[in-house]
């Protein structure tokens, strides 16, 4: 059985495999917050969380951990909230025993440092062929303006309710994001679907989209038809949070044709527009879900129940296997 740190760890190793920037890029950006790491004042080096120097996800992290716990249940979901804390705590009441709970957004200090993993964006970027000072410019820029609306949020209120009710917690973001954006990218390396239509039947085929659109909230086209070819994609489902606007004209003059994406803000789809790119959405909660499933699955091997949650579409690729 697994403890807390030992589920959470295996999550870092995990997401890691997935990552965009591959293992040397993330051995160089951990390299980088070393230095950065030794470079404080000793003032200053109080306030730094030493877990950064080997969790390259700073929107992930573990917030309540009794450090006893062998786990055995998991209640997890996308979002987790003061009311999924005090469910977990009433499932223990009725011989539920929760002995962990797995948000996929943010809570707490990993809320305050969203911001921070963004910057694997610039990497992403450089990689479809933008030009570098463009894809960090553009960058920095959001970065900062993610960095400044999260601030004056209240971050720490669903861990004190964890905190309250002695109830392990941990979220892990850009770890199940970036498996289920390296799981996407294969599909389509594999499919090659080559128009929008194509697209959206490919998304379809796989249980968590089929499920949202029965829910209402299935893979949809925000700009382009289905007859439209596919051209060079752009799979974005990972580094945080949305893009600054200003990328999209230049991602569309640098040769991509379409965005994939869980969700889009309006002045992010007038800008996508204007540069007439195509745009196709699989869905939020669909493509979080998909990625906190194929981490659960993990788990699951290990003989842990997962209880779902909070929008959390559960589906196990464990028992096709059986
Ligand atoms: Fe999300």
């Not at 977990?88 to 539920?96: D, H, P, V, Y």
């Not at 957004?105 to 990993?110: R, T, Y």
């Not at 553009?138 to 004056?152: F, Y």
């Not at 230049?250 to 994406?261: A, F, H, Q």
Request: glycine share 8%; aromatic share 4%; charged share 30%.
């Amino acid at each position: 059985m697994l403890d807390v740190k030992q589920i959470f760890d295996l999550g870092i190793k995990l997401g890691i495999a997935a990552d965009p920037r591959g293992q040397k890029g993330i051995k160089k950006y951990l390299a980088r917050v070393k230095k950065e790491y030794d470079a404080l004042k000793p003032e200053d080096k109080k306030y730094f969380d030493t877990d950064n120097l080997t969790n390259p996800f700073p929107d992930s992290d573990i917030h309540v951990n009794d450090k006893k716990a062998s786990v055995k249940r998991v209640l997890a979901g996308i979002d987790i909230n003061g009311p999924e804390i005090l469910l977990a705590s009433q499932l223990g009441e009725r011989n539920k025993k929760i002995d962990l709970v797995i948000a996929h957004h943010p809570e707490g200090k990993a809320l305050g440092n969203l911001h921070a993993v963004m910057e694997m964006g610039v990497d992403m970027g450089i990689a479809l062929g933008l030009p570098i000072h463009l894809a960090e410019k553009i960058m920095e820029e959001r970065m900062r303006e993610v960095a400044r609306s999260i601030h004056a949020g209240n971050l720490y209120q669903v861990v004190s309710v964890a905190e309250h009710l002695k109830i392990n917690f941990i979220n892990t973001h850009t770890i199940t994001d970036n498996m289920v954006h390296t799981f996407i990218e294969k599909l389509v390396a594999k499919q090659r679907p080559e128009t929008i239509g194509d697209m959206l039947e490919l998304l379809l085929e796989l249980p968590e989209y089929q499920e949202a659109r029965r829910m209402g909230f299935g893979p949809t086209i925000f700009a382009g038809s289905p007859k439209n070819r596919l051209g060079k994609i752009m799979i974005e489902m990972t580094g945080g949070t949305e893009p600054s606007p200003k990328v999209y004209p230049e991602l569309s003059r640098s040769g991509i044709s379409t965005i994939v994406g869980m969700h889009m803000r309006k002045e992010t789809l007038d800008k996508s527009n204007e540069s007439q790119l195509n745009v196709v959405i699989a869905g939020h909660m669909s493509s979080d879900s998909l990625g906190m499933n194929l981490f659960l699955d993990e788990l699951e091997k290990k003989g842990i129940e997962i209880v779902p949650c909070g929008g959390l579409i559960r589906v196990s690729r464990n028992k096709k296997k059986k």
